[in-house]
């Protein structure tokens, strides 16, 4: 079965490093998705890219935070200067075309920002 | 997006039956439920969706009443690896991909042996 594989599983940083989490979404997939899950807490949408572009984006998604996908395959979420409430489980997802479709999630990177 | 309640825990016992409902009172004629679960440490997954009456797939049943003001998702014959946090979500998701999910805190389902 196809699948969002996500790199590094976990990543440990210091306050104000920069951060860069990476995904491999499902090839014929069109739209992707950040998700982050501090510990303990609900799942929370971060940001959504189609069209290589943002398509919508969350209050949490503030300036220290930018999406590329720099070539065909790979979609990253960059934390500029990393804050210790940005420690969470990040997921990423992707959809392929048309309403209601389901989305596949990745198994998550482990952020902790120290 | 319709506001949604679900039991916050929920306990079972291996080859149960387990139904969990979720009360979505402002549910929108072009809404679909959609249920998600959600092991520790891991990603949600899609289980089921559906739009009204009952959907079933190999893994659950979803019923859904003609007023669609609620729905439950049914697991038959549970077992310890169904132990899970479990989302209701109501929506409807363009096929502009432009909609992220919005997770509620989900019904923590514990299955004991």
């Known amino acids: 079965e196809p699948e969002v594989t996500q790199t590094p599983s976990h990543q440990v940083t210091q306050m104000g490093q920069e951060v860069i989490l990476r995904c491999v979404p499902i090839?014929?997939?069109?739209?992707f998705y950040w998700y982050r899950q501090i510990l303990g807490q609900k799942v929370e949408f971060l940001v959504s890219?189609?069209?290589?572009?943002?398509?919508?984006k969350s209050e949490i998604f503030d300036d220290q935070f930018s999406v590329e996908r720099p070539d065909g395959s790979n979609f990253t979420l960059k934390i500029r200067s990393t804050k210790l409430e940005d420690s969470a489980m990040y997921f990423c997802?992707?959809?392929?075309?048309?309403?209601?479709?389901?989305?596949?999630f990745g198994q998550g990177t482990r952020l902790t920002v120290v | 997006l319709a506001k949604t309640t679900q039991p916050i825990s929920m306990d079972s016992y291996e080859g149960q039956e387990v139904n969990i409902t979720c009360s979505h009172n402002?549910?929108?004629?072009?809404?679909?439920i959609t249920w998600y679960q959600q092991f520790p440490s891991q990603g949600p997954r899609f289980i089921i969706q559906g739009y009204k009456t009952k959907v079933t797939n190999e893994v659950a049943s979803l019923f859904i009443p003609a007023d669609r003001k609620s729905s439950t998702l049914s697991l038959p014959r549970v077992s310890l690896s169904d132990t899970a946090v479990y989302y209701c979500l109501v929506g409807v998701y363009s096929g502009g991909g432009a909609d992220g999910l919005t997770f509620g805190k989900g019904t923590h389902l514990i299955i004991q042996p």
């Open positions: 997802a992707s959809r392929e075309r048309g309403v209601n479709t389901e989305a596949f």
């Open positions: 890219f189609y069209n290589n572009e943002i398509s919508e």
């Open positions: 090839s014929n997939h069109l739209y």
């Open positions: 402002n549910i929108a004629t072009n809404d679909y």
